[in-house]
């Protein structure tokens, strides 16, 4: 049985989403940066912070490869993972990718508060989301084979995609 990973930017809810998909369905999931951050001993700040990105993107690379070796899984994907091509190709043959999509002003508010994401300790938050979401989004929308508008709450959203993952 494959994988199912969740893909989308950060604050779109795939790990909360991924839990609640993965409880209902009775498979296990994982949350690729909390795999990281046990295996390297540090959070993902601390990550970024001592070696910088690029060591992230590596060990990253190296968590998709590991994962993809297992079957069964829900993975919550990081949100810059499916921006590089090689993660895309490590995960799409270990699974189904599922892009949650989620509107600029939401991911705002969501992540307005947050400490723990590096590339958001930035004075113009708001801006870089806007920015990177330009980027990312024609990303996410041509790494995954399903699509699901996230505008709902993360329960609303786990049913949606259990409808989908078991069709
Ligand atoms: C990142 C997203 C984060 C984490 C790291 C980099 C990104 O994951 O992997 O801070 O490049 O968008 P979440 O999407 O789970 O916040």
Do not use: H, W
């Amino acid at each position: 049985m494959k994988n199912i990973i969740l893909c989308g930017f950060m604050g779109c809810g795939k790990s909360t989403i991924g839990r609640k998909i993965a409880n209902k369905t009775e498979k296990e999931f994982v949350d690729m940066d909390r795999y990281i951050e046990e295996k390297a001993g540090m959070t993902v700040s601390e990550i970024f912070e001592k070696y910088g990105e690029e060591r992230f993107r590596e060990l990253e690379t190296e968590a998709c490869k590991e994962l993809s070796e297992k079957s069964g899984l829900i993975i919550a994907s990081g949100g810059g993972t499916l921006t590089y091509q090689r993660n895309i190709d490590i995960l799409k043959k270990s699974g189904r990718i599922v892009y949650i999509d989620v509107k600029y002003e939401m991911l705002c508010k969501r992540l307005k508060r947050d400490t723990r994401r590096p590339l958001l300790q930035v004075e113009n938050r708001n801006a870089v989301i806007k920015e990177l979401l330009k980027k990312r989004r024609p990303i996410y929308e041509k790494a995954a084979s399903i699509y699901v508008d996230g505008n709902f709450t993360s329960g609303r959203v786990a049913d949606i995609v259990i409808g989908i993952i078991q069709y």
